[in-house]
């Protein structure tokens, strides 16, 4: 994890009466979103209080999951919420922490193996190599429906009307009309 923060690098927020939280680091205010981003790219935060010092980091990242489950996608199947509640009182409830982390932390492992092990295998597979190539074209059609969006595929290229080298006419011709239909999507955005 390359971004990660090195000890005593950690940012600290402070955390207003008015909920309103300020990073120090930046010298601005923040929202849940940014601190959201912020744990998406390792960066290590510490949230306090500004009035008490009391550390609020625990009750600020459950209050993004509990944002996220919320309006996004739920991960939290609600059988494994039942399960976790019940263990609060537990004799078990001292042990579930670590056991949580480890299993988190285990799943990160082997979600890389599993990233680093497809991309091994598109690299000696030919099949895999279509693949991928299919999905980025894919990719380039999807973003071609988003107003104002500009895909590196649906782009003009300097060449005209010529083929890339390596490049089929079928996908010549799709490339083509791909860009004929981000420049109509334009123009109706405008």
Avoid: C, W
Avoid at 128 to 154: C, D, H, L, S, W
């Amino acid at each position: 994890m390359a971004n990660q923060a090195k000890d005593g690098d950690t940012v600290i927020i402070k955390k207003y009466a008015n909920r309103r939280l300020y990073n120090t680091r930046t010298s601005s205010y923040i929202t849940l979103d940014h601190l959201a981003q912020m744990v998406k790219e390792n960066v290590e935060f510490k949230v306090i209080d500004a009035k008490t010092g009391a550390d609020l980091t625990h009750s600020i990242l459950t209050q993004i999951i509990m944002e996220e489950e919320a309006t996004g996608e739920q991960m939290l199947p609600t059988n494994f919420l039942r399960q976790l509640i019940a263990m609060y009182g537990n004799s078990m409830q001292a042990l579930l922490p670590g056991y949580l982390e480890a299993s988190m932390e285990h799943f990160r492992e082997n979600q890389n193996k599993l990233r680093k092990a497809i991309e091994d295998s598109i690299g000696a597979n030919p099949l895999a190599q279509i693949a991928q190539r299919n999905m980025e074209m894919f990719k380039a059609a999807a973003a071609a429906f988003v107003p104002g969006a500009t895909a590196a595929a649906t782009a003009p290229r300097p060449e005209g009307d010529k083929p890339a080298s390596g490049e089929t006419g079928e996908l010549f011709e799709l490339r083509k009309q791909m860009a004929e239909m981000q420049k109509k999507l334009d123009q109706l955005g405008n």
